[in-house]
């Protein structure tokens, strides 16, 4: 029994955090490939226009107004390396300028999707736990 106790808190040892990130359009797949380096498990990916009118693109140093906001859910452990990472990318990569930031999931009902968005659905399943499968 302890030993599955164990086992069942390293599970719940991380929190999880939704990270949203507002890029360009056309970098989206750029920005959801480097997220999902962090161990993202679920994204969305959902277009917008930014409120910035055409003709004052150029005096704000934005690149287009069309924009992708990505909406992943990544463990605590991996948020400052995921925050400074995509940082560093929106100095480095050409028109790849956007905002990120993070908020705190507050609570996952059961077990089995916590483990599927925290990426450890390995050790979900050696500690006992059931995928709904036979």
């Known amino acids: 029994m302890a030993q599955t106790k164990s086992k ?19 970098k989206a797949e750029y920005y959801t490939d480097l997220i999902q380096s ?3 498990n679920l994204q969305f990916v ?3 226009e930014g409120t910035v009118k055409p003709g004052m693109l150029g005096y704000t140093g934005l690149a287009e107004n069309d924009k992708a906001i990505i909406i992943s859910v990544i463990r605590a452990d991996r ?8 940082g560093d990318k929106f100095k480095s990569v050409k028109d790849g300028k956007g905002i990120a930031y993070t908020v705190s999931m507050t609570s996952v009902i059961g077990s089995s999707i916590f483990s599927f968005l925290s990426n450890q659905r390995n050790t979900f399943m050696n500690a006992g736990g059931t995928d709904g499968h036979k």
């Not at 069942?8 to 056309?26: A, T």
């Not at 948020?79 to 995509?86: D, V």
């Open 79 to 86: 948020e400052k390396e995921a925050l400074r990472t995509i």
């Open 8 to 26: 069942k808190e390293k599970l719940s040892v991380n929190r999880l955090m939704i990270l949203v990130v507002v890029v360009n359009r056309k």
């Open 46 to 48: 959902g277009f917008g």
């Open 38 to 40: 962090f161990d993202a």
